[in-house]
T-cell receptor
Framework: SQQGEEDPQALSIQEGENATMNCSYKTSINNLQWYRQNSGRGLVHLILIRSNEREKHSGRLRVTLDTSKKSSSLLITASRAADTASYFCATDLRKTSGSRLTFGEGTQLTVNP | EAQVTQNPRYLITVTGKKLTVTCSQNMNHEYMSWYRQDPGLGLRQIYYSMNVEVTDKGDVPEGYKVSRKEKRNFPLILESPSPNQTSLYFC?????????FGPGTRLTVL
């Protein structure tokens, strides 16, 4: 199964509400990244959190990482209709020969106006 | 403008007809990678390259080939496409802390 697994698979909220998405992984990581994908388009990098960090902020995004539970969460505050997209976590399983990013299946977020 | 380009964007082909999907980046990145995206399976890495002439298998390399003769280009080759390779393909380049994705190539193999 995938290294990163997002939860929930789908989330529907009203504009202005907060959206929380979770990601669990199985093995030790170097860092964890969150990406966003608008329907049928390429992924866009949102934020990276290193394995020695516990929380990180970027604008309306807040990411937490709990390495003991092998989990991360992405919080989008004061959501907007334009936040409607799929969100993926990606774990960096650094190997001696190079970097490998392993993606989860994503959470489909719908923000209703 | 910094970008990753892929061509073609859409392709319908038949089983067994060799095809190449090109990928080019203008950001001087050493790292490039190919993914396929399928419903219910998320993104899966096909091949990646750490630098010119250095390539390695990802999670689902069967049926695919790649080459990295120049830093900016990383073509994906399907020698004998089959219907199970119908998918949305993404090329990406970047550093360890961020990858930049191309717009995707939607491939249908009949």
């Amino acid at each position: 199964s995938q290294q990163g697994e997002e939860d929930p698979q789908a989330l529907s909220i009203q504009e202005g509400e907060n959206a929380t998405m979770n990601c669990s992984y199985k093995t030790s990581i170097n860092n964890l990244q969150w990406y966003r994908q608008n329907s049928g388009r390429g992924l866009v990098h949102l934020i990276l959190i290193r394995s020695n960090e516990r929380e990180k902020h970027s604008g309306r995004l807040r990411v937490t990482l709990d390495t003991s539970k092998k989990s991360s969460s992405l919080l989008i505050t004061a959501s907007r209709a334009a936040d409607t997209a799929s969100y993926f976590c990606a774990t960096d399983l650094r190997k001696t020969s190079g970097s490998r990013l392993t993606f989860g299946e994503g959470t489909q977020l719908t923000v209703n106006p | 403008e910094a970008q990753v380009t892929q061509n073609p964007r859409y392709l319908i082909t038949v089983t067994g007809k060799k095809l190449t999907v090109t990928c080019s980046q203008n950001m001087n990145h050493e790292y490039m990678s190919w993914y396929r995206q399928d419903p219910g399976l998320g993104l899966r890495q096909i091949y990646y390259s750490m630098n010119v002439e250095v390539t390695d298998k990802g999670d689902v390399p069967e049926g695919y080939k790649v080459s990295r003769k120049e830093k900016r280009n990383f073509p994906l080759i399907l020698e004998s496409p089959s219907p199970n390779q119908t998918s949305l393909y993404f090329c990406a380049s970047g550093e360890y802390n961020e990858q930049f994705f191309g717009p995707g190539t939607r491939l249908t193999v009949l």
